[in-house]
C-alpha cells in the first residue's frame, strides 16, 4: 500500500484557501490540513516529504490535446523553431538520408508565421528530398500540410482531380496542385505514410506520458483514437497494453472520433469505445469527437464572411450540418457526450445551434446538457454567440496557450472588432460558461505552466506585447490553475474524485518549484515540478 505524507507546503485547495499538509493512502487523499492536525493522522510507515514551503496544487488535466501524437512527433524531427520553408526542408532531407530504408516521413510542428518568409514549400521543394516515399509535413495546426509528389499520385490528385469534399487541394498558376491541402485531402496525406509498429506507438506513448509527468500533469483528455490512429481496435490495444504493462504514467480519456453515423450506432454501446473504464480509472473512454472546421494559421476556420486578407475565402466546413446533427443525436441519446473542434465563428453557429437542436428534442429543453457536450477551442465569436454558448449550457475546452501566436496577424485575418469579442475565456467564466484549458499538444507543447502563463498575461514568450493583448481577458492564478483541474475534471464528468486537494480524491499532485501564486507572472513559465504524484505513485521525482 501506497502511504505518503506532504507537509510544510503550500497547498492549494481551492479559491483562497490553502493549508500545510496532505496525507495519501493507496492512492486516495485521506487528509488536509494544518501540519498540527495532518501529521500525527499518518501511518508510520509512510513516506515522510518536506516541502519546504512549495506550493502544492492538484494535477494538471489537460482537457484537450493527442498523448499518442505528441509522442510519435518526437521521434522526427522537430521543425518548430525552423527558419524557412528552405530550412524544413533541408531538415527533413538531413533525416532521410540518415535513414536509409526509411518508408515515408510524417511530422507536424512548422509554422510559417514564425518564419521570416512564410512562404509555404511545394510538393516540388519536397521532391528534391524523394519522390520514392511519401513525405507530408503539417503546419503545427494539424490542418494544412504539403505533400511530395509521391503523396499526390497516390492519392489520384492531379490536374483533372483536385477538389475533396470537406477539404482544400492548392495549385500552381496553372492549375496543378502544389502538394499545399486543407482540411480533408491533408488528413488522407498524413494516412498514406505508413504507420509506425506497435512497439514504436507505445514506446512513443510512454514518451509523451514521461514529459507530461516531468511537468505535472497527470490527466489526459486526449483525442488518438479515430484521428491520429485510425483503427479504434488498434489504438484501443496500445493504450490498454501501456496501461498492462505498468508503464502508463498519465490518466488517459479518450475523445473518440468516428466517420459516419453508422458507424457510430455500433460504437455507442460498447464500452470499448464510449463510457467504458479500465485499470482502475487510469483509461476511460469519454466523448464522441468531431471536426467542424479548420484553422486561423491554415486559413481554414470556418468564418461568417471573408477572411480580410483572403477575400473570396471563408474558411472549410469538415463535416455538414446534416451529418453533425445525426451523429450528435446518436451519441447523446445514448448518453455519450460530444467534443467538436470549432474554431470559426461560422462553425461557432452551427454547431451551438446543434447541440441547442439536439437538446431540446431529447431533454425538453435546448439548455438542458446532460451529456456535457462540448466546443474544442471555441475561439472567435461576436457577444451575440458567447451568449447563444451560455443559452444552450455548453462548455468550451479553451487552450490560452494559442494566443502566444495568433496574436501575430490574427487581426489581419478577422478584424480588431472580432479579435475583442474572441479568445475570452474569462467573460465566459463570468457568464458561467464552463471553461477547461488545453493544449492540442503537439501543436502547442503539453507543458501546463507555460500554459497558464498565456493565460495569465496574454504575452508571448518574450514577454510581449507589455501589458498583454487585449488584457482584460487575463486570467487571475487561482482561477487559471482551477481551469486545468477541477474545471477540466468537471469536463469529463469527473468532478467528485479529481481535480482538488481534499479527502476522498484522487492522490493526483504536483510540488512546484515556484510559488506561481505570487511571484512575477513572467516566471511562471519556467516554473517546473520537483514531483508528480499520479493514484499515490511517484510519476515524477526530481
Known sequence: MSKTLFYNAKVYVE????AQAVYQEDGWIKAVGSNEDVCPLAAEDAEKIDCEGRVLVPG?????????????????????????????????KKYVDENPGINGVFSQSWDQNRWDDPTIPTCKDLDTISTEIPIVLNRSCGHIGVSNSYVLKKLGIDKDHKTWEGGRIDCFEDGTPNGIMA??????????VPPITKEQEKKALVMAMEYAAAHGMTST?????GTIIKDHDYCFEIVDEVFAEGKGLVRYHSQTLVDTPEELKEKVKNPKYYKGTFHDGWFTMGPLKLLKDGSYGGHSALMRRDY???PGNRGVENIPDDKMYEMVKIANENGVGCAIHCIGDGALEKVTDCYARVQKE????ASQNPCRNAIVHCQTMDATLRQKVKDANIQAMYQPVFIRTDMYGLEERIGKAMCYTSNSPKTMRAMGIHVSYGTDSPVEDCNPLVNLYVAVTRKDMAGKPEGGW???????????VDAYTIESAWAQGMEDVKGRIKPGFYADLTVLDHDIFTCDPMEIKDTLPVLTMCGGKFTYRK
Open 15 to 18: 479559491k483562497d484557501t490553502f
Open 60 to 92: 494538471f488535466n489537460d482537457s484537450h490535446m493527442h498523448m499518442c501524437f505528441t509522442g510519435q512527433n518526437m521521434l522526427v524531427p522537430d521543425l518548430s523553431k525552423v527558419k524557412s520553408g528552405k530550412e524544413m526542408v533541408a531538415v527533413i
Open 183 to 192: 482540411e480533408t485531402p491533408n488528413f488522407a496525406a498524413r494516412m498514406s
Open 221 to 225: 483528455q486526449s483525442n488518438d483514437m
Open 308 to 310: 480580410d486578407d483572403q
Open 362 to 365: 431529447l431533454f425538453g429543453n
Open 470 to 480: 487585449y488584457p482584460d481577458e487575463c486570467e487571475d492564478v487561482q482561477t487559471a
